[in-house]
């Protein structure tokens, strides 16, 4: 055997016994997720409505005179709607992206020749999950940017200088910072809700429809339905359970964080929670994203892979 022919079998049977690095797996998950015509569309979406609060108060009547008047209680309304549509738009972005990386690997097929290659299902998915979260992060950082500079423009446009953001406390930026950690939360949250719908239903129709119904039905659908039965019954028992749902959690996280007297508690939600706790809150969301969690990872895990 010459020694051209031992180093190409050499070659051979390095190649074959390789095995992709995680990092190299999360690295291809945001390269696919990037090359998507649908990511960009979404995002374009995505941004238009994260531009809209700065334009519509630049357009409103009143805004000029309330930023003169109580700076700081229109700069708490401002920072709490923009982190609110946020949380609501990033989070459709995120079920779909989510959707999109998981169950299309099941609807096309595509998930044997990963597992082929020697990843691990465990691994494959830690690395879509992760690929999905530095995604996230990266939109949460660049909306902070914009929302930023729409701030600067708002207070630059509608009183001809910046004089009005020298009244901002401490305590302003303190609210501010626990207002992005309940976004952050919601985010986590969506994700992993996302994730086990997509595993569940093992494919990128079934997923995606069950993780885009999930916040509809457990803000408007069950709760309107709570709301009657407690008018039939003429009991609070049925309001009370309205506490445990998810959606109306994440939607009041941010409003219970904000110290008691923050001018303004923005909750865009059709059933608010009255004396909602962040304790609770945080509890609820925790306990609902340990079970997306675990259902994930055991079916990932115990389930043959036979599409």
């Known amino acids: 055997m010459s020694i051209a022919t031992m180093y190409g079998s050499t070659e051979q049977l390095r190649l074959r016994s390789a095995r992709p690095s995680f990092a190299g797996i999360v690295y ?3 390269f696919k997720v990037s090359r998507q ?19 519509f108060m630049i357009a409103a009547d009143g805004t000029g005179s309330a930023l003169l008047q109580t700076p700081p209680g229109f700069y708490y309304r ?3 709607y923009d982190l609110e549509v946020l949380r609501a738009f990033v989070g459709i972005f995120l079920i779909i992206v989510t959707a999109n ?6 609807q096309l097929g595509t998930i044997r020749i990963q597992l082929a290659r020697g990843i691990g299902r465990i691994q494959l998915l830690s ?17 902070i940017v914009l929302q930023g500079l729409l701030t600067l423009a708002v207070a630059g446009i509608v009183t001809g200088n910046f004089d009005t953001l020298r009244t901002l406390t401490p305590a302003f930026w303190s609210a501010t910072e626990d207002y992005m950690l309940s976004t952050l939360i919601s985010m986590g949250a969506t ?3 996302a994730a086990c719908m997509s595993v569940a ?3 990128l129709s079934i997923g995606l429809s069950a993780a885009l119904a999930w916040f509809p039905l457990d803000n408007v659908g069950l709760p309107l339905m709570l709301v009657l039965a407690s008018k039939v019954t003429h009991s609070n028992f049925w309001l009370n359970v309205i506490y445990y749902f998810l959606g109306p959690n994440l939607n009041g996280l941010g409003a219970a964080l904000l110290p008691a007297k923050a001018p303004v508690k923005a909750v865009l939600s059709i059933f608010p929670l ?3 706790t962040s304790t609770h809150a945080l509890l609820v969301i925790l306990a609902y994203s340990a079970v997306f969690s675990v259902t994930a990872f055991v079916l990932t895990w115990k389930r043959d892979v036979k599409e």
């Open 28 to 30: 291809g998950e945001i």
């Open 37 to 55: 015509w649908l990511t960009w569309v979404m995002f374009v979406l995505w941004l238009g409505a994260m531009c809209m609060p700065a334009v």
């Open 78 to 80: 401002f920072m709490e």
């Open 101 to 106: 990386v998981i169950g299309l690997e099941y």
């Open 127 to 143: 690395a879509k999950l992760l690929a999905i979260v530095i995604i996230a992060l990266a939109l949460f950082v660049f909306d």
């Open 191 to 193: 994700i992993l809700m």
């Open 201 to 203: 239903g093992r494919s």
């Open 274 to 276: 009255p004396d909602l």
